[in-house]
RNA sequence: GUAUCCGUAGCUCAGUUGGAUAGAGCGUCAGACUCCGACUCUGAAGGUCGCAGGUUCGACUCCUGUCGGGUACACCA
């Protein structure tokens, strides 16, 4: 049931139809002031009357709505309490009626969102900026699929580019294969960077860099083999980390899977006389706020945008996408709007569906990171230290814990995780261990440490055939705890609506703040049995949608911790 | 130079299509475990919402200008 829209029917103001009213009732800031109120400051001019009087008059007439214990008209503003037990029962019973599944909608229902993220570099460390991106994207992906929508997660893989040149050339001088086997990325890395370092002495080997990756392109079968064994090197790193992190996606096309698609792309952009050479390159223009995008190089050579074209009618081809999100960090802001120029300047209507969700940058405390000079925080390090310190918390506090090393995986992660969930999206973000490492206040550790709580008491209290007697959360602590579960549905769907998954992450916190207040207030096991029941109900539905919440954001659910 | 984003407490940040006395965590100080899990809870101190105009009954929120910072700006991705 709808109280705000029983309110608003109720309402008959001259020129105000109830829709108006409907959205214009809000939770006041100050919940003294009730659950919803009414400024009525907007009518005063038309109806000629002072907002006061026109509130005056309001709350008369609403007051007989059934379901409000208190109407109050107060300087230009009607304030409306709702019965706290009959609000209670109902978002009760809701919640528990839905379990996990509480949130969840059909909003989406026939409707596909691409979700373009993480997008790894082969050859290359999986650092803590691509966290911050795979963890935004990985909520946006649960997020969408919870609100009904089908949803294609897609790892851009970096797998083609003249980089791959220099590695098979620094491969060839210095890698040993044994090495490389068991070191990995890393032994990768270092070759990479050793190159580098060698090529500013020696620039002959760029020209062979050079050639090396002409020959993957005209699939010389060595170079091939040696590009596809350091993509196999690197995948199998990176699928252990997205494992720890419960990522999955659901297609890894990276960019070298367009080196065949982006010709019929160019051919239809010059049929519509879109494409110009200038300088020798081929370019389109995008308008006269921006400079034209380029997308093919005086050489010959493609470049980025033009695969990133090509993916995007692949990707309305293959999954004929509603909306297609780009997870991609605020620095491409230039090459989406061209790119996106484009689509549009070719009259495609799906332009508009096209949606970059940038997000703000990692660095570290002395600058920016650096792959090329090997100044990189790796993610993998950042994990194990989140896990060691989790494990040495557990030690401490809880040293007769069953599965010790499970629930320190998940707390560690869970803390490192929420860390890159818990700000907007667009906010630059300066890592150090101490801030990622923190598990005091509100972070995950404090909301999982609220989820274990509750399982402790639902545990104690076992099961019980009372019927509940709801004057047992007629309090503040309760009310406000109650408020919360039932915004929970609403808050999913604005932070779907402007790919926020912060928007949860403060949800999640405002309902573990609201239930440890009311848990240390009100005393749970030991009250009457009918009220008892009331609030073990309460806990109950407190833990599913703690339960839902960190299921989105991708953050484990230790049953005890 | 042009475009774009950010600027709120000592620090990190929230602030719901413009609404009542601008909120939280950390840190600081002072408190609460014979009681359902103290990885918890309570209280205090801390603010010209960068600055200046404008729109409005009402501006942290919208517009203009300005200062400070980030990012991008053709053959990298």
């Known amino acids: 049931m709808d109280y705000k829209r029983m309110i608003a029917d109720t309402v008959r103001l001259d020129g105000v139809s109830a829709q108006e009213i409907y959205e214009m009732l809000v939770p006041p800031k100050d919940s003294a002031n009730g659950d919803y109120c009414l400024p009525c400051f907007k009518f005063a001019k038309q109806l000629r009357t002072s907002p006061i009087e026109i509130a005056r008059r309001i709350a008369q007439e609403t007051a007989r709505v059934a379901a409000l ?7 230009g503003y009607v304030n409306y309490t709702l019965d706290k037990t009959m609000l209670a029962a109902q978002v009760l019973d809701r919640v528990l009626a839905q379990g996990d599944a509480y949130g969840a909608s059909d909003q989406g229902a026939g409707k596909t969102v691409c979700i ?75 070759i990479y960077v050793r190159f580098h370092k060698e090529a500013e002495q020696d620039p002959a080997l760029d020209d062979q860099a050079r050639a090396a990756f002409k020959a993957i392109e005209d699939g010389d079968p060595e170079a091939v083999a040696l590009w596809n064994r350091f993509k196999d090197i690197t995948m199998r790193e990176v699928e252990r980390t997205y494992a720890r992190l419960n990522v999955r996606f659901d297609s890894y096309a990276g960019e070298s899977f367009y080196n065949d698609k982006m010709q019929p792309v160019l ?6 006389g879109l494409l110009e050479y200038s300088d020798g390159a081929q370019i389109v223009r995008v308008g006269d706020d921006m400079p034209p995008c380029l997308l093919v190089r005086a050489d010959g050579a493609t470049l980025y945008a033009t695969r990133d ?20 960090a605020y620095q491409q802001n230039l090459h989406f709007r061209q790119f996106f120029g484009v689509l549009e300047r070719m009259g495609e209507p799906w332009a508009q569906d096209m949606v970059h969700v940038a997000h703000g940058m990692v660095s570290l405390e002395d600058g ?7 100044h990189v925080v790796t ?33 560690g992660v869970g803390a490192v995780v929420f860390g890159m969930l818990y700000n907007a999206r667009i906010k630059d973000m300066v890592f150090s ?9 509100e972070t995950a550790p404090y909301i999982q440490y609220t989820y274990a709580r509750c399982n402790s008491v639902l545990a104690k209290a076992g099961q019980s055939e009372c019927e509940p007697d709801y004057r047992g959360l007629d309090n503040p602590e309760a009310a406000q705890l109650i408020r919360l579960l039932d915004r929970y549905p609403q808050t999913l769907v604005e932070a779907a609506r402007k790919y926020e998954p912060c928007i949860v992450s403060r949800h999640l916190v405002d309902v573990a703040q609201a239930f440890n207040k009311f848990y240390f207030e009100h005393s749970i096991l030991q009250a009457s049995p009918a009220e008892r029941e009331a609030r073990v109900r309460l806990v109950r539905a407190t833990r599913h949608v703690l339960a839902s919440a960190l299921d989105l954001l991708g953050i484990g659910k230790p049953e005890r911790m």
Request: hydrophobic share 40%; net charge neutral.
């Open 69 to 75: 214990s208190k109407v109050e008209a107060v300087a």
């Open 116 to 190: 373009d993220y993480s997008s790894v570099n082969i050859a290359k460390p999986f650092h803590m900026g691509h966290m911050l991106n795979t963890a935004i994207g990985a909520a946006l992906y649960r997020l969408y699929a919870k609100l009904g929508y089908r949803v294609v997660g897609i790892n851009h893989l970096g797998d083609w580019g003249t980089q791959f040149g220099k590695l098979i050339v620094a491969y060839r001088k210095w890698g040993d294969p044994a090495l490389v086997e068991s070191s990995g990325v890393r032994g990768l890395l270092d």
């Open 267 to 272: 051919d239809d952009l010059r049929a519509q």
């Open 309 to 328: 074209l090509a993916a995007a009618f692949y990707r309305k081809r293959t999954y004929d996408f509603d909306r297609c999100l780009y997870v991609v």
């Open 368 to 374: 920016a990171m650096s792959t090329r000079s090997g």
């Open 379 to 411: 993610l993998e390090e950042v994990l194990d230290k989140a896990v060691e310190k989790a494990r040495g918390v557990i030690a401490d506090k809880s040293p007769d814990l069953q599965d010790k090393d499970g629930v320190a995986e998940q707390v």
């Open 433 to 441: 261990f101490d801030k990622c490492l923190n598990f005091d206040g």
